[in-house]
């Protein structure tokens, strides 16, 4: 069966909560899902026009939180309500401090946060490119000083049926399941 191309479906499509400050201080975050590593230090991020963008451009900041299976509600929220009409931050009942490191609001209630500096923003392309200039992570979702993916459970976004899926299991071992056949 051929489906139509504009619904093809790419997975994992990542769930990034990205935070922004507006010109009077007001943290704003918004829900995103395409974006990927791009290099090392580096993440991309495909963004339509919205409050965020608009921020990012005034502050040259931004940060990127990873949604997980206990933020899944106030994950969802930062996606369907526009900062444009409402202090998201505020409604959602969330707590933010100012990173360290750029000029951009950190959500406590997510476990990971990257602190990024504008490096590329392509107005129509919508696309951005940020330079990770720190991390922060709560020792909850750490496992011998890594990011313990089973203990974060990070969603992705399923766009077939517009629902959050947790990332999990270990189905195998990179860099080693494949020297079986190269081997042979």
């Not at 994950?75 to 202090?87: P, Q, R, W």
Request: proline share 3%.
């Amino acid at each position: 069966m051929e489906f139509d191309s504009k619904k093809a479906v790419i997975v994992p499509e990542g769930v990034f909560i990205i935070g922004t400050y507006d010109e009077n201080g007001v943290p704003n975050a918004m829900n995103a899902a395409w974006g990927i590593q791009s290099d090392y230090g580096e993440i991309t991020l495909y963004l339509a026009k919205h409050k965020t963008t608009e921020n990012l451009k005034k502050t040259g900041a931004f940060t990127v939180a990873f949604a997980t299976k206990g933020t899944v509600e106030i994950s969802d929220y930062f996606g369907v309500e526009s900062g444009a009409n409402v202090n998201k931050i505020e409604k959602a009942g969330v707590h933010v401090h100012k990173s360290a490191h750029v000029n951009a609001p950190i959500i406590e209630e997510y476990p990971v946060t990257l602190e990024c500096e504008v490096k590329e923003w392509d107005e129509k392309r919508e696309m951005l490119v940020g330079k990770i200039v720190s991390q922060q992570v709560d020792d909850s979702v750490l496992t011998d000083g890594k990011i313990d993916l089973g203990k974060l459970q990070p969603i992705m976004f399923d766009a077939s049926f517009h629902v959050y899926r947790v990332i999990g299991e270990v189905v195998g071992n990179a860099f080693k399941d494949g020297l079986k056949i190269k081997n042979r």
